[in-house]
């Protein structure tokens, strides 16, 4: 995906110039544009995010399974954040089990106090609250850690960076689905360290490579798995890098490239228009800042229509769909 990133409507050089343009807010900023990625939420401030959103409208289809949509192997994320729906956070290598329990002696004694504990009454929301959390927790330690267990062994290497970990770990929720009912997930992983601004020649390879094949690994245990075709794994990030060096090397942009990866996929392409890299070109509006050719709600869209989501609630995802003729990139079979 060719100079991707938030926009809310279509936007030239000379709107932006003119501040005629309606811009995401608190463009270049990292958090920012995270946020915005992440809940495409426009000028309005918003707690869900569009995968949380997702699994608000598809609730009544993903009922039976035993693991709720949205499950992230990288913390809480915005991302994930419904209305309604509440997404599983598990950790790197499996669910986070509760080590001081056990079937038998003190440890039994001590789940038994435990579970006696959340399920008592509570007059604070807050208190609530956190006893819900804590019953998913104990609900899917074993749940989840015994699933993975029996799940069958895969032949494909990962590598054994934090991406490759996660990676895994979905590839083997992946191979333990039947015995989960999951039918239907939103997996939500995570790997940082490009915001280097100098060493660029030094450090970038390492990142890139890292992600590459990390990518590999997981699209050929889906090929192993023999659910390619069903699963599509894409890319977010808050923006690309200027053109100009900031005295000591590349400074926060707009616009950046994007990977989409599958067997549903039409792949082997570019999609949207790559921009002329050239400082004060059409496109730049300042040391090689991209205006993006297409907005993270159309692609968001189109993936979430390939998700199951109908045309008619694509909105309710991705709030300033509208703003584009353009609302499938066609990049999904």
Not at 85 to 92: E, F, K
Not at 177 to 191: C, E, G, K, N, P
Not at 230 to 243: H, I, K, P, W
Not at 300 to 321: I, Q, Y
């Amino acid at each position: 995906m060719a100079n991707l990133g938030p926009l809310l409507a279509p936007t030239t050089k000379l709107q932006y110039q003119a501040g005629m343009a309606t811009l995401p807010p608190q463009l270049f900023s990292h958090n920012d544009q995270q946020e915005q990625w992440l809940s495409l939420r426009g000028k309005q401030l918003s707690t869900t995010g569009w995968a949380g959103r997702i699994a608000d409208l598809l609730a009544s289809q993903v009922s039976a399974q035993q693991v709720a949509l949205n499950v992230s192997l990288s913390g809480s994320t915005l991302f994930q954040a419904g209305a309604s729906a509440t997404p599983y956070v598990m950790g790197a290598d499996g669910a986070i089990a509760f080590n001081s329990f056990a079937s038998t002696g003190i440890g039994a004694a001590r789940k038994t106090a435990f579970q006696n504990i959340l399920g008592a009454s509570y007059p604070s929301v807050y208190q609530r609250a956190f006893v819900d959390v804590q019953k998913r927790a104990v609900k899917y330690a074993d749940l989840v850690n015994d699933a993975l267990a029996a799940a069958p062994p895969l032949s494909v290497t990962f590598p054994s960076s934090q991406l490759g970990s996660q990676l895994q770990t979905v590839a083997k929720m992946i191979a333990a689905r039947d015995t989960l009912d999951m039918s239907r997930q939103i997996f939500f992983v995570a790997t940082g360290g490009f915001d280097t601004h100098d060493n660029q020649l030094d450090d970038q390879p390492g990142l890139l490579a890292n992600v590459s094949q990390s990518l590999s690994a997981f699209h050929a245990a889906t090929v192993e798995l023999g659910v390619a075709s069903n699963v599509t794994t894409f890319t977010q990030s808050d923006f690309g890098r200027t053109l100009t060096s900031n005295g000591d090397g590349s400074d926060h942009a707009w616009g950046g490239v994007q990977l989409v990866v599958g067997d549903g996929v039409r792949g082997r392409t570019l999609y949207g228009e790559y921009p002329l890299l050239q400082i004060d070109g059409p496109v730049d509006v300042g040391g090689g800042r991209m205006i993006p050719s297409i907005s993270s709600d159309q692609y968001a869209a189109t993936l979430a229509r390939w998700f199951g989501v109908d045309e008619a609630s694509l909105p309710a995802v991705t709030p300033s769909l509208n703003n584009f003729a353009i609302k499938d990139l066609g990049f999904l079979i």
